[in-house]
């Protein structure tokens, strides 16, 4: 086996790139869908990892042909650049591991950091190591590489595993049982990932064993582990193909809705319109006949009773067409909500004196938005200022509303003592969740470090939607 291994050793290492390109191609042309789900929205940092990997895999096929050709300077140059897209793809898994974790923003972006700063130091330190031990390029490639699989393959790939085994449940919850499985599956290969990529590694000088070490065996057991890496990875990529079916489920579930919310805007129309022409017209009638009684009636007491009748019957009728304009409301756009949502929180710093400051960006660039956007965003930003007001004593309060093809992001952040129920127990937390969820987004309650409170939610916009029907967008005009 091994001599067949050695014999197709360029065939492997094509196959095992050509896998992770599969895997990176097809997360990608799925990145501009719409999706409500963490774990959806995080594979594009896998796809990251798959194509940069699929690169240095390819790499190995390439420059030794390249030996031939060119000088050993160029192919220096080469094994340098091979030796940073394979340590990089390692930080991508790593950055994937971080998504899944359901962690804020600021404590996601100091562990990337973090990350980072010890890649640097992998490459740094490696290349200090190598000068002074008067290794080549090539021992100063293997080095790093392990290195780097030890210290951010190995806890990546078991982040990752772990990102997905909880995030078995978002998918439950969503009502996509059936591709729970496939979370599950997927975590226990990038399990086993971790231990044939991230702690077996190829023969490094400073392995045990050093120098002693039989490096024949190493090179016998590199063809091997290229083969086990590629047969995970072609495991991986099936998976990760089955778990891109929530883009359709989400779509479907999409749709649905939108034909509820048409059905409901048309019973809507159609109440408005019963109102109109009947209730109200028969109110009208009722307090002209008793207006014609009181003009025909000698009697002042009996005139002035009837009188308050009609009035009466008047304010009924304002109360109605109210109500009927209520329920014409026109559909949500990006400039109506911001100027919604700024009007009230402009009322909101005048009433209770808090200093509140408005952004919102991106308005020419908004998906289209769902239906009843504008309504749960007003409640959503209405219930996180009064809490704010409440739970966070003497404070500043910074809004900011950003649009984008296929996101809304809103955010307010105090710099306050904080929320007493920001661990989710308060009726307020729990609305806004409810609010949140009704239009397919995730929200997200941070206590800051430096005091105060952060509520971020993120409502998924489809750019691929299908365009409202002409008549309906005519009809919803003209009410």
């Not at 992998?122 to 392990?146: D, F, K, M, N, T």
Request: proline fraction near 3%; charge should be negative.
């Amino acid at each position: 086996m091994s001599t067949f291994l050695e014999e197709n050793q360029t065939l492997i290492l094509f196959a095992q790139g050509l896998v992770f390109f599969a895997l990176g191609f097809a997360v990608w042309i799925q990145r501009r869908r719409a999706t409500r789900l963490t774990l959806t929205s995080s594979l594009i940092w896998l796809a990251a990892f798959a194509f940069v990997e699929s690169l240095a895999v390819w790499g190995y096929v390439f420059v030794p042909i390249q030996d031939s050709y060119v000088g050993h300077g160029v192919i220096d140059v080469l094994i340098v650049l091979r030796a940073l897209l394979q340590t990089a793809a390692f930080l991508f898994l790593m950055a994937f591991g971080l998504r899944l974790l359901g962690l804020g923003s600021m404590e996601r972006a100091g562990l990337t950091a973090v990350a980072c700063l010890l890649w640097v130091g992998i490459l740094g330190v490696g290349a200090i190591v190598a000068l002074h031990a008067g290794w080549g390029v090539g021992e100063w490639e293997r080095s790093v590489e392990a290195a780097a699989r030890h210290l951010l393959l190995l806890p990546g790939a078991l982040l990752a595993a772990w990102g997905l085994w909880r995030h078995r449940e978002e998918l439950s919850s969503a009502g996509m049982p059936g591709i729970k499985p496939y979370a599950g599956a997927a975590a226990a290969v990038l399990v086993a990932y971790a231990v044939a990529a991230g702690i077996v590694v190829d023969y490094t000088a400073w392995a045990p064993g050093g120098a002693l070490a039989d490096t024949d065996r190493y090179a016998a057991m590199g063809l091997w582990l290229s083969a086990v890496r590629g047969l995970l990875g072609l495991v991986l990529a099936v998976l990760a193909i089955k778990l891109l079916e929530t883009f359709d489920v989400e779509v479907t579930q999409r749709m649905e809705a939108l034909d509820r919310a048409r059905a409901v805007a048309e019973e809507r129309a159609r109440f408005g319109r019963d109102l109109h022409d009947g209730t109200i017209q028969s109110l009208y009638a009722a307090g002209l006949h008793l207006e014609s009684l009181a003009i025909r009636s000698d009697d002042q007491t009996v005139r002035e009773e009837v009188r308050e009748v009609v009035a009466g019957l008047n304010r009924t009728i304002a109360a109605l067409r109210d109500y009927i304009r209520a329920l014409r409301q026109p559909p949500s756009t990006p400039a109506r909500v911001a100027e919604r949502l700024e009007e009230l929180a402009r009322r909101f710093s005048t009433e209770t004196g808090l200093q509140v400051a408005f952004t919102a960006t991106g308005l020419g660039a908004s998906g289209p938005l769902p239906d009843e956007a504008g309504e749960h965003l007003e409640q959503i930003l209405r219930e996180a200022l009064a809490n704010a007001a409440r739970h966070a004593g003497p404070c500043d309060v910074r809004v900011r509303l950003a649009f984008a093809p296929d996101e809304l992001d809103l955010e307010v952040v105090d710099d306050g003592c904080g929320l007493g129920e920001c661990e989710g127990n308060g009726n307020g937390m729990k609305n806004i969740r409810e609010r949140v969820r009704r239009l397919g987004g995730r929200a997200a309650f941070e206590r800051r470090a430096d005091g105060g409170t952060r509520v971020a939610l993120a409502i998924p916009l489809d750019i691929e939607a299908p365009a409202r029907e002409p008549d309906l967008v005519a009809e919803e005009a003209a009410r």
